[in-house]
Each structure stands twice: as structure tokens, then as C-alpha cells.
């Protein structure tokens, strides 16, 4: 450890020492099937909606990772958790559901919008999930439907 002194003050400091080892071998080289999650609900764009009717969105996940309890489901809000943005529960998620189908494990989690409003539209709603292997997100915007026809 070494210090240092100045007027009225002793400064001491530290050196971490970090040490890495990297193997090199010879041969070809394999890669393993990604495991990594992958969202495949909702498709990443602009959704139309209604200004003043409730609406309802589920993301949709496949873990990819053999332990299940280790897989989580979430929405955000302008990388925002929802529960800050809505403290009164206007939007909220709903509980993490999962099931199997044609063989493969998905998980899911819907937001709820009791009544759509103006500040909601232009907001990016991000799914995201999260394993051990890796991690998605999906970003979706709500955008009026009178809008968007036109």
C-alpha cells in the first residue's frame, strides 16, 4: 500500500492486481447451441391503439435454459419500471404465467392499460428476459389508430 500525504490530509491508495489467464488450444473450434432467451412476442414496431379504451399486450419468451426457476418476464416503460411510472396502476403487469407447447417452454407476462391515454402514445414498452445464458427485449410503441391510417 503506498500514501500519500498533503496539507491537513493523508491520502492512502490501493493497487488491485488483476490477473488473467487465457488457454489457447489447437483444433477446430465448436460452438454449442445458444441457449440464450429469445422473445417471440411482440414483434419490435408501433402498435395502434385506441386513445380511452383499455388494452391488453403479452410478451411472450423461450427461456432456452434448463432451469426454469431461473428465467424472469418483465416490462419497462422509457427504461422506466412500470410500478414508477404508474404509481396509481392505470398500466400494470400482470403475473408471470408459463406453459408448454409443440415441446418447447415459454414464458409470459401481459401489461394492462386500463384506459390509453395521450402521454402512453410514443412511449417505448420494453419486454425484456433474463437467464443465466443471456438475455431479450422486444421494444414496442403504442401510436394512435387515426394516426396511423392516415
Not at 435454459?65 to 412500470?82: C, E, G, R
Not at 402521454?119 to 431479450?136: E, K, M, R, S, Y
Request: net charge positive.
Amino acid at each position: 500500500m503506498k500514501s500519500f500525504a498533503l496539507p491537513g490530509s493523508i491520502f492512502c491508495g490501493c493497487v488491485l492486481l488483476v490477473v488473467v489467464q487465457v488457454t489457447m488450444c489447437s483444433g477446430a473450434i465448436t460452438k454449442s447451441a445458444d441457449k440464450s432467451p429469445r422473445i417471440v412476442m411482440p414483434k419490435t414496431g408501433t402498435i395502434p391503439v385506441r386513445l380511452g379504451n383499455n388494452f391488453n399486450i403479452s410478451c411472450v419468451a423461450e427461456p432456452r435454459f434448463a432451469d426454469k426457476s431461473f428465467s424472469i418476464i418483465y416490462w419497462l416503460v422509457n427504461n422506466t419500471f412500470i410500478e414508477t411510472t404508474y404509481p396509481h396502476g392505470r398500466v400494470k403487469e400482470g403475473t408471470e404465467r408459463s406453459y408448454t407447447e409443440n415441446g418447447k417452454y415459454y414464458i409470459m407476462r401481459s401489461l394492462t392499460f386500463a384506459k390509453v391515454t395521450q402521454p402512453d402514445l410514443n412511449c417505448n414498452f420494453t419486454c425484456v428476459v433474463i437467464t443465466p445464458a443471456g438475455q431479450d427485449s422486444k421494444i414496442v410503441v403504442l401510436g394512435s389508430e387515426l394516426k396511423l391510417k392516415t
